[in-house]
């Protein structure tokens, strides 16, 4: 009884340690300047998230702009967008991640949208070229979003090599790298080069575009 006492107690306490353990990933230009909004994602060997039908995200609407600008999901997770402006917006992707519209409205009395295909979707407001919101919808990746430090902390041990998104990874938005982590100090450093985006269009065409009105 004392041996087996004696091996739960050796190896219970560093299970129990790395459980409660914080790990930080920091995303960093080209310029040494932190990113904020970048999604880290890697599959974790410990556990596999899945969509809780039951937690739906939400972007809201405010001042004019996506709050927050980007989130990330699970694939089969819903998201809810209310409008919590003045003003009515008309939201809409052209995504092949999900293609949809919710036409001129305000308030939060919207029916949520069901994203059930991997990928990055990519927001717009008919009414106001200056809102863009991004979503990444991952296949059981364990994700976080970046904040303004450029930081993203998850509570399991990250990999040597993760994926990062970020819209100014490319011109269009769309592309994920695969980045080795450098590690100083407890905080492990993944190191990305962004490109200069072009403006916004200045007008809209969504009625001649996939979707009539």
């Given at each position: 009884m004392v041996k087996q006492l004696f091996y739960f107690m050796i190896f219970a306490i560093p299970v129990m340690y790395c459980e409660a353990a914080v790990h930080i990933v920091k995303v960093m230009d080209q310029e040494n300047n932190p990113v904020n909004n970048a999604v880290v994602a890697f599959y974790s060997k410990s556990s596999s998230p899945t969509a809780d039908t039951d937690d739906i995200a939400v972007m809201d609407q405010v001042n004019k702009q996506f709050l927050p600008s980007v989130i990330a999901i699970q694939k089969g997770q819903k998201v809810k967008f209310p409008n919590s402006d003045d003003i009515r917006h008309h939201?809409?992707?052209?995504?092949?991640?999900?293609?949809?519209?919710?036409?001129?409205?305000?308030?939060?009395?919207?029916?949520?949208?069901?994203?059930?295909?991997?990928?990055?979707?990519?927001?717009?407001?008919?009414?106001?070229?200056?809102?863009?919101?991004?979503?990444?919808?991952?296949?059981?990746?364990?994700?976080?979003?970046?904040?303004?430090?450029?930081?993203?902390?998850?509570?399991?041990?990250?990999?040597?090599?993760?994926?990062?998104?970020?819209?100014?990874?490319?011109?269009?938005?769309?592309?994920?790298?695969?980045?080795?982590?450098?590690?100083?100090?407890?905080?492990?450093?993944?190191?990305?080069?962004?490109?200069?985006?072009?403006?916004?269009?200045?007008?809209?065409?969504?009625?001649?575009?996939?979707?009539?009105?």
């Open positions: 939201v809409y992707s052209f995504s092949p991640t999900k293609p949809f519209e919710i036409k001129l409205y305000k308030g939060s009395n919207v029916a949520p949208i069901l994203f059930d295909k991997p990928g990055i979707g990519t927001l717009g407001c008919n009414i106001h070229d200056n809102m863009v919101g991004h979503i990444y919808v991952s296949d059981g990746e364990v994700t976080r979003v970046t904040n303004a430090e450029g930081e993203a902390t998850f509570d399991e041990a990250v990999p040597e090599r993760v994926a990062i998104w970020h819209k100014d990874l490319s011109i269009d938005g769309s592309l994920k790298v695969n980045v080795m982590l450098t590690e100083k100090d407890g905080i492990a450093t993944a190191n990305v080069e962004l490109v200069s985006q072009a403006p916004p269009p200045s007008k809209r065409t969504f009625g001649s575009s996939r979707f009539g009105g």
